[in-house]
Structure formats: C-alpha cells, structure tokens
C-alpha cells in the first residue's frame, strides 16, 4: 500500500480517474489504525454506483471512525474502492430507455436479478451491466432460473454477455447467449464477474433470471512469485503490485469459452471431497480445437481407474474417453474438434490433491510443422487480451533445430519493484512444454536476438495478467538443418542427416548449382566438391583469404518456391570450415536486409553425426602426399649428391 499522503494531497482536485485512484488508496492509508472493517464504515460498493471520484472522496461515511483497528481493513478497504474507481468509471454504464432501471453492482454474498419487467417483455433498445463483486478471494457461482431471448445464429440481436471481470476487456468474455437454452452455471476465476444484457429495436421476449453466490476461494497474497499481479498507478506516480489468486475451489463443472484458462478439482489443492461428479465443456471459439495441459494431478489410484478418475472426451455426448488416475500427469490432450469434455469422479473414500489443468484454443495454441512460417499474439497487432496464456508449439521433423526471430515486441513493462516481467510476458522453452529448459523470457519493447533451439521442438508461452495490455509480438522461424562442413586445402565435405530432410530426394539438396547434387550413401546426404567446380569462388574477409560457396536445400512444394540458402566458407590455410544461414526471401520482415542477423554457425560438437559406413569420413591427404613429395625429393637429391661424389 502507499504511504500515507499529506492531508493537502489526499484532497487535491480530482483530474481523471487515474489520480482519484491515487487518492482513494492514500485515503485508505492514511485512516490505516483508526477505522474498522469495510461493512462498518457502511461503504458499499452499490452507494458508490454512478458517483463521481470526488463525490466518493467528499463522502462522510469514508472519514467516520468506527471500531477498532485492524491489519484487515486496509486489504478489504483497498480492493473494493480499488474495483469502484477502475471497474465502475471505464466500463461501459446502463443504458436503456426512459423509466427502465437496470444494471447495477451486487456485492452481497449471493443474490438474484433479472431483465427488466421480467417475467414480462424486456424493453427495446435496453443495454443493462450487472458488475458482482464478493470477498476477495473467493470465486462468483453463477445460475440461470430463466432464459429466453430473441434467438439468432450469432445472438446478434439481443443476447447476454457474462465476463470473467469486467466487462468492458473483451478478453474476459466467457460467453454470449441468445435464445431460449439457458446458459450453462458459470464461476469466475477471481472475486469479479460482469453481465451485460443487450436488446434491440425489435422483437422481446421474456427475459432471464438468474442467481449468484459466493464460492469458497484462496486468500489472496502479495509479493508471490509466479501469480497473477497486476499494477495501479499509486501515489506520485509509483506503480505498485496487486496480486491476485483465481480461486479453484467449490467449481464444479461449467463451461469455458475463453481463449484459454484454468480448471481444477474442487478445494484444490486440498483434498478433493467424495461423491463428486464435475463436468466442465471447453469450447473453442470457430473451427479449432482444443488443448490441454495438466499441471498437477494426484487422484486415488487403481489398475483400471474405477474409483476416482478424470475422463477426458473428444465431444459432446456420452463418448468414450480415457481415463486417468494416480499421480502421473496425463499426456497434453488435443480435441478432435472444438470441443473438450473432462469429467471429474470420486468415489465414497480415499482422494488426494486433485488436479490442476490450463486449457487453450482459438489464436492461443497453434501447432507449426512447415519448416518456416509466422505467428503473433491474439488480435496482432490490436492490443492482445487480458488475463490469458497462450502456446504455439513448432515441432520439426527429427534432425531440425529451430531458429526463431523477433519481428516485433510490445508488453507491459517490467515491474518498478522487482525490474522483472512479473506482469505480461513471453517466454520460449526448449522443448514441447513448459517443464523443457527456459531459453528466455521477455516484456516491455525491447527486440530480443534471433534464438535458435537444441532439438526440433520448441514453446512460446504468452502470459497476460487482468491489466494493462499492449501490441503484442510478431515472430518468424526457420528449420535450420545441422550439417557437419569440413575442408581441406583444395575441397569442401558437407554431410547431413537425410532423416533431417526427409522426404526430400538428393537432387533438392546441391552446392552452387543443380550439377553438383548431394549423394545419398547410408542414410546421409553427402556432398564432396572440389575449390574449382560447384561455383565455388575465392575471397578475402577480414584481411583472409576464404572460399565460399552456396549450399542450397529446396523444399519447393505445391507450386510454392522455398528454397533454404547456406552459405558455405572454408579458410584452406587453417583448414577451418563454417556455414551460415541466409534469408532468401522478404518473409523475415526487418532481418532480411541484414545477413548478419541471420547466421547460423553450429558447433562441431553439436553437428549431427553421420550414419552406417559413412561415419568413416575419408581423412585429408594432401598434407600426406606434400611430405611425401618432399621425402622423396630430399631422397633423389642425397642420391645425386653420391652420384656426383663417386664420380
């Protein structure tokens, strides 16, 4: 919290709502010690509906020292005006015609509300906004007793939004619903959800009605590594850490839309409790599907998993799935098609911790298998949303390593505290999952270097907190294939996998022009060519004389040029080989121009060794044959010299 202001200062005119945020916060501290809790200062967050920030500050109950102090007060205190100014002044307001009342803040524990006159007609041109907040901490369970709105195929007309926050960050969206099927129950991953009801200028119906109540939730902590932590512009400009834990418990089941999210057993990650039966659907938003990853698992175990157990199904329906149990995560899980079924089951005895699972779909999880392409966050180059975790995995053939460049990078900026991308940030694994070695992690605008992975899989991570979004990032890669490039003084040897290039016939593989193509010997491409043929020419760098050459690797398919450059240089004088990548085309955006960027020097070590016979790579005779002159002319001329002398 920031320190306690002047007296001055806490009631400076109000400009904006940024700096009455500053004010409320200095407010809190600055009563720290001598008010009690929340509900005794008879604040609620419904008086503070349709207020200005500096009636909000003016007002008398927030200066009434009631009770006594308490550690508490200020966490309560902080996070409920801190949701009334940031929550409630943005976001969209009710609107609606002249007489009709609706919308509104419920922050009661549980409660129920409706569409205007309902059970009668709701109203035309109506847009209503219901913001519920309860304790922070705990979660917001959502019920619908009634539903029935005009339908329409993409529920363009009317329709009913609920958001997991606040409505007025698309990203939070869970669902929009229209027609006379009532949605799903639905629980927030945090103590905040929003519901927007939208009619038109034609056709009404009865309505909704439908019923809240708080869940049971994890107490939120500060300063925790590896939360969700979101910013507010404190005191004299500051930026000071929130930290805010989704709550997992008490959700049992409902259905997800978002881009990605969590789901967990219930009371997670205590002890689940028996005789449970959850069922939660992901559906992915448009044709794609759906992945899922488990970060934690232990459920009471048993050969064929008939006591509790975790049933993940391929679509709507009572469809087989496979079912999971003990304490050995399950594989990352892919839909067949845009939706996921996972059923949670326990029995009347035994359990354990549960289980912990992130979903994905939409924009926010990809697979690349093309040995080049692209890829940004969601809505690039738009802001991206909050509050989701993205992966795009890039996984080659067997052989490949994967270089990756950054086009473009804008993120939330490091945190002011910690000078570490706490908040929104992008990292890449060198692996297939986030449990691989970390190659980086980035936010802010700084570009980062190309990075090249050690093995042919590879995993950018997206994570976003509930605040503060920008551009996002824009990224290239290339399958670089390993190759192990050796000279001599008069000729270049380039071996490589043909497992690397499979299915590529040898002839797509050639140095300097299509004469000299690569020979397929024992699994492995081998191209064996002398200084002077294969377009080979002699320069000097750097004040050395080298000879380059140009390996080229064609993947050209479907009437889709995509030709790989290598270029190939050895130093004849030290016998030192190396090869670099180069861009061939405008794909890579600013790198292109610049070769430098773009080189790709793999270490000896680190080349792909050589298959069956082939192992035995022929060894350099030249220096051999060169003593061997020299010997014998040393030789001939001790023989001319007695020759002479016997003469």
Same mark, same amino acid.
């Given at each position: ?8 200062q ?11 945020l500053?004010?409320?916060l ?20 419904a ?19 009631v009770g ?21 002044g943005?976001?969209?307001?009710a ?17 129920n509300f ?12 109506t ?12 979660s ?6 009634a ?19 606040a409505?007025?960050?698309k ?14 129950p ?8 929003s ?21 049971k ?5 500060e300063g ?10 404190g005191?004299?400009g500051?930026r ?7 709550s997992l418990?008490?959700v ?24 449970? !039966?959850?069922?939660?659907v992901?559906r ?35 469809a ?17 098609g845009?939706?996921?079924?996972v ?28 040995t ?16 989701i975790?993205c ?7 067997p052989?490949y390593?994967?270089?990756?460049f ?22 890449a ?5 986030e449990?691989a ?12 270097p190309?990075?090249?992975s050690?093995r ?10 509930r ?34 290039l499979?299915?590529?016939d040898?002839t ?42 140009m ?16 270029e ?31 080189? !790709?020097?793999?270490?000896?070590a ?9 192992a ?25 010299i ?6």
């Amino acid at each position: 919290m920031p320190v306690a202001p002047d007296a001055d200062q806490a009631h400076s005119p109000v400009v904006g709502w940024g700096n009455s945020l500053d004010q409320v916060l200095d407010l809190a501290a600055q009563h720290h010690g001598q008010v009690g809790t929340l509900d005794q200062w008879q604040v609620t967050l419904a008086s503070l509906e349709g207020r200005e920030p500096a009636s909000i500050l003016a007002s008398p109950e927030l200066h009434r020292p009631v009770g006594t102090p308490g550690e508490d007060m200020l966490a309560e205190l902080g996070s409920r005006l801190l949701l009334a100014v940031a929550l409630l002044g943005p976001g969209p307001r009710a609107q609606a015609m002249k007489g009709i009342k609706c919308g509104g803040v419920l922050s009661a524990p549980s409660g129920n509300f409706s569409s205007p006159n309902f059970p009668r007609l709701y109203p035309y041109n109506t847009e209503c906004s219901w913001l519920i907040v309860v304790a922070e901490g705990s979660s917001v369970l959502l019920t619908f007793h009634a539903f029935d709105l005009e339908y329409h195929d993409t529920c363009g007309f009317d329709f009913l939004e609920i958001y997991n926050g606040a409505s007025g960050d698309k990203g939070n969206l869970l669902g929009r619903f229209c027609g006379q099927v009532p949605p799903p129950p639905f629980s927030s991953s945090w103590h905040v959800m929003s519901v927007v009801f939208h009619s038109d200028k034609h056709v009404a119906s009865r309505g909704f009605s439908a019923g809240y109540q708080k869940g049971k939730g994890v107490l939120a902590v500060e300063g925790v590594a590896g939360l969700d932590v979101w910013e507010v512009l404190g005191n004299h400009g500051v930026r000071e850490r929130w930290v805010q834990v989704g709550s997992l418990a008490d959700v049992c089941g409902g259905m997800l839309t978002g881009l990605s999210g969590v789901l967990a057993s219930p009371e997670y990650p205590n002890n689940y409790p028996n005789n449970l !039966e959850c069922h939660w659907v992901i559906r992915a938003a448009g044709p794609t599907t759906v992945k899922l990853v488990f970060a934690d698992f232990q459920v009471e175990g048993n050969e064929e998993c008939t006591y509790d157990y975790v049933a993940v199904l391929g679509g709507p329906g009572p469809a087989l799935g496979h079912h999971y149990c003990g304490s050995t995560k399950p594989p990352t899980l892919v839909s067949r098609g845009h939706e996921l079924q996972v059923v949670f089951k326990s029995d009347f005895n035994i359990g354990g911790r549960g289980f912990k699972a992130y979903y994905f779909s939409g924009e926010c999880q990809e697979v690349y298998t093309a040995t080049r392409g692209n890829f940004s966050s969601p809505q690039y180059p738009s802001p991206y949303p909050n509050n989701i975790r993205c992966h795009w995995t890039i996984h080659l053939p067997p052989g490949y390593r994967i270089k990756v460049f950054f086009l473009d990078l804008d993120l939330e900026e490091p945190s002011s505290l910690t000078r570490t991308c706490d908040f929104d940030h992008l990292a890449a694994f060198d692996g297939a999952s986030e449990e691989a070695p970390l190659l980086g992690s980035w936010c802010g605008r700084h570009l980062p270097p190309p990075l090249t992975s050690s093995r042919n899989l590879l995993l950018l991570l997206l994570h976003t907190d509930r605040s503060a979004t920008r551009r996002g990032f824009s990224v290239a890669y290339i399958g670089v294939v390993p190759m192990n490039v050796s000279c001599s003084r008069t000729d270049f040897q380039i071996l490589i996998s043909a497992q690397a290039l499979a299915p590529l016939d040898r002839t797509k593989v050639y140095l300097g022009s299509r004469s000299c193509a690569a020979q397929e010997v024992g699994g492995t491409f081998r191209i064996q060519a002398r200084f002077d043929t294969c377009g080979t020419e002699s320069q000097r760098r750097n004040n050395t004389a080298v000879t380059v050459s140009m390996l080229y690797i064609d993947f050209s398919a479907g009437g889709q040029e995509d030709v790989h450059e290598y270029e190939v240089l050895c130093e004849p004088r030290r016998k030192a080989a190396s090869v670099h990548l180069l861009s061939g085309s405008r794909w890579l955006g600013p790198y292109d121009a610049t070769a430098e960027h773009l080189q !790709e020097a793999p270490p000896r070590a680190e080349a792909e060794a050589p298959e069956g016979p082939v192992a035995m790579v022929a060894q350099d005779t030249s220096d051999i044959i060169f003593l061997g002159l020299c010997i014998l002319a040393g030789v001939l001329m001790v023989i001319a010299i007695v020759v002479l002398t016997l003469l």
